[in-house]
């Protein structure tokens, strides 16, 4: 027993909404993706719902305190831009800090704050899922505003999954995992946040840009290196299978 994903809204509570950007659909989609992706990768993760059901706080705190570590999954509201994540007042904020960077690295926005703590009145963690979650790790995300300026990207799933895999990825890493891209074929990337406008100098040198370029085209995570073995490799080597580089 280790990962738990929360789908932070479901059922009778649908969090924030704007126009077809409805809370406890994205939050849903996010938990039962990185749980399948987790269960792939063989890390051991569980979820406190698997559909679109009413969960009161008091259930859902007696599920997730067994674990070891879980993600709240949640969208904002108030017309903000980016990506932000509260930890308990007990933990260090390392495996959030690691989250924003692959949101980060990936082309996705993040608040001007991405990692903080929230205490209340009495000096406690401010969150129940922080509060009332014993001795599990509980990490809230909340992955972009229904209603900023990202409102209109977020529509799109591919871009949505872009940030689900970012968290999959934080995750190998902390788990000493290797990481390994969707087997899907359909590896999603945030293409749309981040378009290929950059120049490069034509100098004959495989240098990180070119790279980053190379996987944006090619449409595997953008980190500017070439691992071993490279998802953007082997989108090339697919490719000149197909025989169309295009
Ligand atoms: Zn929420």
């Not at 495989?206 to 995570?221: C, D, E, H, M, V």
């Amino acid at each position: 027993m280790s990962w738990i994903q929360d789908a932070g809204h479901g059922g009778s509570d649908p969090g924030a909404a704007k126009d077809s950007n409805i809370e406890k659909v994205f939050t849903l989609e996010a938990a039962l993706y990185v749980n399948r992706r987790l269960s792939e990768l063989g890390i051991a993760s569980s979820l406190t719902r698997t559909g679109d059901v009413t969960l009161n706080p008091a259930p859902k705190t007696s599920k997730v305190k067994p674990y070891k570590k879980c993600i709240s999954h949640h969208f904002n509201a108030g017309g903000g831009s980016g990506a932000e994540t509260i930890h308990s007042i007990y933990s260090d904020g390392k495996f959030e800090k690691l989250l924003i960077e692959e949101l980060k690295k990936a082309g996705y926005p993040v608040r001007p704050r991405p990692v903080y703590t929230r205490k209340n009145s009495s000096g406690g963690d401010y969150y129940y899922m922080h509060r009332l979650t014993g001795s599990c790790r509980t990490t809230i995300l909340e992955y972009e505003f229904v209603d900023g300026p990202q409102s209109e990207k977020i529509k799109d799933k591919t871009y949505r999954e872009g940030m689900y895999e970012c968290v999959v990825r934080a995750i190998c890493q902390e788990e000493g995992v290797h990481y390994e891209g969707s087997g899907s074929g359909q590896t999603p990337t945030p293409q749309k946040a981040n378009p290929p406008k950059e120049t490069l100098t034509v100098d004959g040198y495989l240098n990180p840009k070119t790279i980053s370029a190379l996987q944006r085209y090619f449409g595997t995570p953008v980190d500017g290196i070439i691992s071993k073995p490279s998802l953007v490799i082997k989108e090339l080597q697919r490719r000149l299978n197909k025989g169309n580089l295009g």
